[in-house]
């Protein structure tokens, strides 16, 4: 289930995600594995090795969080750290966040100017409006809650929908403003 209150029911991981600049020298542990086999039993079982995960596998395992020494045996789909969990996580809170600061300005009676609106970004060349188109379908397999409010166009509508002379692709979504 994802902060939402959505699940994440997309495919994931696919062969041909894009690579996050961290991952671009990787380390030797990228792909660790200590054994051939998956153990038969374990104290603990990690699914998912981004950093917060990894981190809690090590105190585990070095007995600082019981005064035990507990096995522990973590499951990636790709790689250490490799990112995709979060971003999608950071992602759906950021829109999360709009709302809940709607919802805390109206029943605070915060004085202040909070305007929900939307925003628009504009690709104005033909490879980044695909590349962008790309990840707009990526994103929508997904099924988060938040790419439902996402409008993409791509092609000649672009230009007349983002008022922006030589659009290629325009993606519009809800967004606010604050002040003060």
Known sequence: MSISGSPNTGHLP?????VPFWHRDLHELHDH???EELPES???VIIGAGYARIATAYHLVKGEASGNNLSATILEARGVCSGLDIALEVLE????HLYAMKSLIEEE???CDFTLTRSIDVWCNKEAA??????FD???SRNLNYMKDVLFVLGKDAERISGVKGAKACASFTAG???P
């Open 138 to 140: 990526m994103l929508r």
């Open 42 to 44: 374990s104290d603990v």
């Open 130 to 135: 695909f590349k962008a188109k790309v990840m």
């Open 33 to 35: 594995r200590t054994t």
């Open 93 to 96: 809170f950021e829109i999360a």
């Open 177 to 179: 403003t604050l002040w």
């Open 109 to 111: 009676k915060i004085n």
């Open 14 to 18: 696919v062969e041909n995600s894009t």
